[in-house]
């Protein structure tokens, strides 16, 4: 069957199984009405694929996506981990999940079976080998997605304390630490009379015991990699039979390692569910997909196209929400923008959700608008889209999932929340500012940019990151770091010889006073005379020499340095001994980026995300307004809008939602 197809890639998930198989002709139909190029199937169809082990039943699928590819509609096609048939848990009951307070899940869920559990991978690769030797080499098939928003939830009850995990934890901690003894010391075990005699002794964490920090954040980590290590098995099992296109769509909520996740997948993969203001932290996710797999673009595989639901709806989404929303993945880098879901489903857990088709085959009220975003997205602009990448500012903030477990096991402050924070005091008043930036992991190499910022990471030895700083700065780098940085070792101790591992080392400065902060706001100084707060944690700083840009002027530490520059090698250090106001970083950023070349990219209203991009396409841009807001954008040069082929120049006018994708001319 002769099948071609191109990103931009535009559809949504649909469920065959759930429908009379005569509806296919009219869904394709609505779908090639509605201008979309690509479904994904099967993610929950386990029962239908499998009505009993060993027994397989994938006809009805191949017809399904026989039809779909002839129409010229690509097929991202699912692994159904998630939801085993009743079949598997009553013959293995030893699959199902367990609640740390000794609970076994039963069946009538999804994601109610442990990772680890050698019985139930067994079967998973069963299926998906079935299915791998029947669609990987079928034209239609685009993609792959393994199961479906794998994450456990830190130490609360997605967290499965079977005995299988408690043995694979107890092994995980011999590995890593080789003997009983030095799991203690370096747990200092001793406090409270905590120390273990043998690896068999490990808990599993309980929700009513007080529990070691170091456990709760290990055994976190624990089943981070447990479940990263079961999608790594999908995906070996689809690559031996010839899958290409793999990824798992993942819902970027914490407690999972995303970085690592994504080692062994071809296309990053992301869901997400975010309303009204909520597109700019949608933006923040989309910034850290992005340099993951700097060479792939990622794929939006499920967002909602107007409101959210499971038996009651999250509410109604102005006119051109959906427009922004579909088009804010590919504005930032991505290839691939889906909704959940194609059909609203007719009854079950998430019937409420809104969808481009109704569950008795009506129009949506959007439906217009999904044919308007199709026509811009791939016949107007797909083409440029195609050519072109975001270009890089040379700006990035770093981000990391064990920092979210260390201060989640051990918060510095109280009610401390590492995501809010980054976004609210970092993030936000950032791209306000027209700051184009990439969040990063430890991991990520840094040689593409000029200025790094870092708060809120306790160990920067992780990735090696602290020997890649070192010779980032010496060669010339910017480094904005802190609060609450380079303040724990990877067991989540705190260092004794300072209060920091190498930050006074590197900076010459001593800090001789320490206070959390919150809700207390003491009063900062500047430099150029201008007056603030500092927030979240305050540092006290005696400078040796280096440069005192923000004194406190209230609190124990009056007249102390709160914010100090040092010179190391050819670069600097900008050391941050509290969070100072969103303007004030923005400001800070900006005076520092001024000097080494990370400007703001446009000049903007502060609710439009501007990003440009380059290739073989040609310069130029694309935007999207986030606030539902009238917005305005002042172009450095004349450009066509690829939409309607209008030549802009000068300061132009954008509606609330409004989306642009410019040439230069």
Known sequence: MPFELKPPYYGAAYYPEDWPESQIDEDIRLMKEAGMNVMRIAEFAWSR?????GRFELDWLTRVIDKLGAAGIGVVMCTPGATPPVWAVERYPEILFVAPDGTKWIHGSRRHTCPNNST??????????ELAKKFASHPAVIGWQIDNEVFPVNFDSRSCC???CQREFQEMMRQ?????????????????SMEYQSFSQLPVPRKDVWHHPTLLASWSEFMSKSYIDFVWEHADVLRENGAKMIGTDMMMILGIDHYEMNLKMDVVQYNHYHFHQGLRDAAFWFDMLRPIKPDQPFWNTEAAPSWAGATTTSGYQTDGFCRANTWMPIIQGGEASMYWVWYSHRTGQEQMFGSPVSSCGRKSHFFAECQRISDGMIDKAGEYLRTTRPTGSGLALHFSDFANIQVSAVPQVNGFDLLSKMLSMVYHPLIRSQFRLDVIYPVVELDAYKMILTPFLPWIGESGLQ???HKWITDGGTWIVGPMTDVRDQHLSKFTHSPFGVLEEWTGVYSDLQIPGEPVEFGLKWQDGSESQGSVWFDSFQPNGAKVIASYTDGPFVGDAAIVEAKMGKGKIVLMGTMPKPEQLVKLVAQYGAECGVLPVAQASDSLLFVPRDGAGGEGFAAVEMDNKPATLTLSRPAVDLITGQTLSGTIDLPAYGVL?????
Not at 120 to 129: D, H, M, P
Not at 176 to 192: E, P, V, Y
Not at 661 to 665: A, K, N, Q, S, T
């Open 162 to 164: 079977c005995p299988v």
């Open 49 to 53: 694929m499998e009505p009993e082990e």
């Open 661 to 665: 994708v410019g040439r230069y001319l």
């Open 120 to 129: 139930y991978r067994r079967l998973c690769r069963a299926v998906v080998t």
């Open 176 to 192: 890593r630490f080789g003997s009983i003894d030095k799991l203690n010391d370096a747990w200092c075990n001793t406090l409270w």
């Open 467 to 469: 020997q890649k700083l």
